[in-house]
């Protein structure tokens, strides 16, 4: 053994953490009951591990006492003990897990904890719920004794600067055998959560259903098991509240706010499981993650295996809950998980049944399917991409902001389809506003079709695949062409235009292709436009321009040529038939037609100081 390993070790915290215990000791928190939902919670944790360990090393468990939850309030020191007999941490583990915050998302917690007014909701999202300790207490001291380890640590910190690690006492070694002791020395002002009505008081609101007892050990009496410990998805849904519901929500996914969706059922068959799932109203810090990882717990009998067994597509990551299986092994591993035929058929069931309660939800209770959908919407489009199993009914589920109003359904739009119109029509891009004003709704508008205005960045993709919905293809306003002839127009106030002289059709695009050269790809005459001179779409065959531009932000694709389409009614068209060929008067319209394409659709002109030039000189001579 090293000195260093014997010797009393002090080590700053990390920046993160600092700032972190800063904001918690400055009661950025009204409602300080959570620090205790959250100790509890990690003990819960920390008996799972072990249980789940013990199936590979049942030495692990030993002849002690069955895994535990303790608390030990003493008003004489004024200190509350949190203990637990489950997996422990070893000196290492002590240093990573309490002195670092090593999950993504720390820093993005710490900006919303200062704009918050209370931040009561932040800290289940963010997965730092040790450091909600500080809140309460002055001096925090962890003993742990690893699962199978003879050496005991200590860890202490007053949420200053930093933390000391040193090897326990021979008392506080005796006292702990297995598993991990955390004894808060509370401030002044907490000396209330040393009674034993507040302690089950919290215990009762958040922490009822852990699978583990967990006990009140007062000062005076003996100790007493304050929760019920069972596993509440096994029982009848004839049994349960709402409130029992809610509490197991929030127990379940360190949650504040109530569930927006409740699932629970048990399957019975060729494979029997209990599933208890629920859909958050509010978005959580990680959801849009680049491993989009699930929060789906798997149990077997009972018994904790892992939140890591992808038990849902990731277009349903933000559901929580738990799927408790009757008849997996108990030592699968995660690599077994993966390729599991029995896992892959509850996978597959378990997805089938959330997407048909979404439906159900969204038929029978609109105000809470809005509450999901505004979280959520943009990760259950995902699906559309992905799920071509159930992507008519995820179509059906989605509901889009369009050219006529908000949350509207692909059903509604169909039935409001004009005369003759056989699409669905859209236009993707980067935000409402921009697309509301864009020039290639003009002759969708003046015949009052109703054009879906889709601005999340996964619409780029969904709609980059061959779509249909009840027989009706979905058809971009940006790509390919577009005739709208057989529809008629709602709106006149574009028939004066039809009066305006035309710019000869074949001699104007000539023109303007030999003034551009190779920054477009064609020329051509624009049946979108009634009232704008240009804009940009692309080929038909390739990807859209939304897409292209979010792929080149990742480095990801060749920028292609776009196709230029004009207004041939249009003055400043006209304008370039009437001026002489190759002059620099052409050069400049023909540029000007191209660049304000460009800034409509929300880019800059390739050379932003020559378009300046260019229209200083346009105008100059306009004024001349």
């Given at each position: 053994m090293t000195t260093s390993d014997t010797a009393v070790h002090t080590q700053p915290f990390q920046a993160e953490v600092s700032e972190l215990l800063h904001l918690m000791v400055h009661s950025v928190y009204s409602e300080t009951d959570i620090f205790l939902r959250e100790l509890v919670s990690n003990a819960s944790d920390a008996c799972d591990k072990l249980r789940y360990e013990a199936i590979a090393s049942p030495a692990?468990?030993?002849?002690?006492?069955?895994?535990?939850?303790?608390?030990?309030?003493?008003?004489?020191?004024?200190?509350?003990?949190?203990?637990?007999?489950?997996?422990?941490?070893?000196?290492?583990?002590?240093?990573?897990?309490?002195?670092?915050?090593?999950?993504?998302?720390?820093?993005?917690?710490?900006?919303?904890?200062?704009?918050?007014?209370?931040?009561?909701?932040?800290?289940?999202?963010?997965?730092?719920?040790?450091?909600?300790?500080?809140?309460?207490?002055?001096?925090?001291?962890?003993?742990?004794?690893?699962?199978?380890?003879?050496?005991?640590?200590?860890?202490?910190?007053?949420?200053?600067?930093?933390?000391?690690?040193?090897?326990?006492?021979?008392?506080?070694?005796?006292?702990?055998?297995?598993?991990?002791?955390?004894?808060?020395?509370?401030?002044?002002?907490?000396?209330?959560?040393?009674?034993?009505?507040?302690?089950?008081?919290?215990?009762?609101?958040y922490s009822d259903n852990i699978l583990f007892p967990i006990e009140l050990v007062p000062e005076e009496g003996e100790p007493r098991q304050i929760n019920s410990a069972s596993a509440l998805w096994q029982r009848s849904k004839s049994e349960l509240t709402a409130e029992d519901y809610k509490k197991a929500y929030q127990q379940i996914a360190s949650a504040f706010d109530d569930p927006a969706m409740t699932l629970h059922y048990r399957a019975e068959g060729r494979y029997s499981y209990a599933v208890l799932l629920f859909a958050p109203a509010t978005k959580p810090f990680d959801l849009f993650e680049p491993n989009r990882k699930g929060r789906v717990k798997l149990y077997v009998r009972r018994v904790f295996i892992t939140d890591d067994a992808d038990l849902l597509p990731g277009y349903l990551r933000f559901i929580r809950g738990v799927v408790d299986s009757e008849?997996?092994?108990?030592?699968?591993?995660?690599?077994?998980?993966?390729?599991?035929?029995?896992?892959?058929?509850?996978?597959?069931a378990v997805a089938t049944r959330v997407v048909s309660e979404l439906e159900s939800l969204a038929e029978k209770d609109p105000e809470n399917f809005a509450r999901i959908w505004d979280a959520f919407g943009a990760v259950l489009k995902e699906g559309i991409y992905e799920d071509f199993e159930r992507r008519e009914k995820l179509l059906a589920l989605s509901r889009f902001t369009t050219t006529s109003g908000e949350k509207r359904s692909l059903k509604q739009v169909i039935a409001d389809f004009k005369p003759n119109q056989t699409e669905i029509y859209y236009l993707v891009g980067d935000s409402?506003?921009?697309?509301?004003?864009?020039?290639?709704?003009?002759?969708?508008?003046?015949?009052?079709?109703?054009?879906?205005?889709?601005?999340?960045?996964?619409?780029?993709?969904?709609?980059?695949?061959?779509?249909?919905?009840?027989?009706?293809?979905?058809?971009?306003?940006?790509?390919?062409?577009?005739?709208?002839?057989?529809?008629p127009r709602v709106d006149d106030k574009d028939e004066a235009n039809k009066e305006e002289p035309a710019a000869d059709e074949g001699a104007t695009i000539a023109v303007i292709k030999a003034a551009l050269g190779e920054r477009v790809s064609d020329v051509k005459a624009s049946t979108r436009l009634t009232s704008s001179a240009s804009c940009l779409v692309a080929d038909s065959q390739g990807p859209s321009r939304e897409l292209e531009r979010i792929l080149a932000q990742q480095n990801r694709a060749m920028k292609t040529k776009p196709i230029l389409e004009i207004n041939l009614r249009h003055p400043l068209v006209t304008a370039i038939t009437k001026a002489q060929a190759g002059s620099k008067v052409v050069d400049d319209l023909s540029l000007l037609l191209l660049e304000q394409a460009q800034i409509l659709d929300g880019e800059l002109p390739e050379d932003p100081a020559a378009f300046a030039a260019r229209l200083n000189r346009l105008v100059l001579q306009g004024l001349g």
């Open positions: 692990l468990l030993g002849e002690g006492d069955a895994l535990k939850i303790r608390i030990i309030p003493n008003k004489q020191a004024a200190t509350l003990t949190i203990a637990d007999n489950g997996i422990g941490m070893e000196r290492q583990e002590l240093i990573d897990h309490l002195g670092t915050i090593a999950r993504s998302g720390t820093k993005a917690f710490v900006s919303k904890l200062k704009e918050a007014k209370d931040g009561l909701g932040l800290i289940g999202q963010f997965g730092v719920g040790f450091y909600s300790a500080f809140m309460v207490a002055e001096k925090i001291v962890v003993v742990s004794r690893r699962a199978g380890e003879s050496d005991v640590w200590t860890w202490t910190s007053s949420g200053g600067s930093g933390f000391e690690i040193a090897r326990a006492s021979d008392e506080e070694a005796t006292r702990v055998a297995r598993g991990t002791e955390i004894v808060l020395h509370l401030k002044d002002d907490a000396k209330k959560y040393l009674e034993a009505y507040e302690i089950e008081r919290i215990v009762g609101a008849d997996l092994p108990l030592n699968i591993s995660r690599e077994m998980l993966q390729n599991n035929p029995q896992l892959a058929q509850i996978r597959k409402i506003e921009r697309l509301k004003s864009n020039p290639r709704l003009e002759a969708a508008t003046a015949r009052g079709i109703e054009v879906l205005l889709l601005s999340d960045p996964v619409d780029a993709f969904w709609t980059s695949m061959p779509s249909e919905f009840e027989g009706k293809p979905l058809k971009s306003l940006s790509q390919g062409d577009l005739n709208l002839d057989l529809i």
